[in-house]
Every structure is written in structure tokens, then in C-alpha cells.
């Protein structure tokens, strides 16, 4: 099964509206390649520890949003480095960070039909 994809410039367009339009905050951290880069959502709560989300293949071939890795408050460092990581082996991807009022509502409404 062939899934159509929105251009990665687009989405990244679109889940930043959605944020601003609910009072939130949107920072693309690492810009990639404007159609076919795999897009990464880094999602903070009220400015809280960041939680990474990406797309995940499913049972069904479908990509779902799933959480990668979760920042932890006794080494906050260690996320910031594996965002690094994630830049150097990937240089086509893109980093958004996004903060919202409330991380499960977002995520349900934005990101649970792709």
C-alpha cells in the first residue's frame, strides 16, 4: 500500500499554524529537504521536557506518529545530543519544536489521522 505524502515544507507549515492558532509556539530547529525530508516533532507542555515524536510503520503499513524518545530531567543533554546525532546522520530531516498547552489534545487532533 502506497501512501501519498504532503511535501515535509507543507506539513512543517501546516502543524505550525495549528500551534499558533491555539496560542502555542513553533520553532523549526533544522530545516531539510523541502519535499521528501522526514519530519521530526519535538512537542514541549507548557514548557516542559520535550518529547520526540516520529513516524513509526505500523502492523498495516501505515506511518503513525509515535513517541521516539522522551527528554528526562537528570540529563536533559542527552536528548539535545541525540537531536545532534539525528542531524549528522540525517541531513535531509526536519526539526520542529512545538509547544503547546496541552501535548495529548494536540497530538490527537493534529497528528492521529497520519
Do not use: C
Amino acid at each position: 500500500m502506497t501512501e501519498s505524502r504532503l511535501p515535509a515544507h507543507l506539513e512543517v507549515q501546516g502543524m505550525i499554524r495549528a500551534v499558533q492558532a491555539e496560542g502555542g509556539f513553533a520553532m523549526v530547529l533544522h530545516k531539510g529537504e523541502r519535499d521528501g525530508g522526514t519530519v521530526l516533532i519535538v512537542i514541549l507542555e507548557n514548557q516542559s521536557l520535550g518529547i520526540l515524536y516520529e513516524r513509526m510503520p505500523d502492523v498495516d503499513g501505515r506511518r503513525k506518529w509515535r513517541i521516539s524518545k522522551s527528554q528526562v530531567i537528570e540529563n536533559k543533554q542527552e536528548f539535545e545530543d541525540y537531536l545532534s546525532r539525528r542531524m549528522q546522520q540525517d541531513p535531509d530531516v526536519w526539526i520542529v519544536e512545538l509547544t503547546v498547552a496541552d501535548r495529548e489534545r494536540f497530538v490527537r487532533d493534529n497528528l492521529s489521522a497520519g
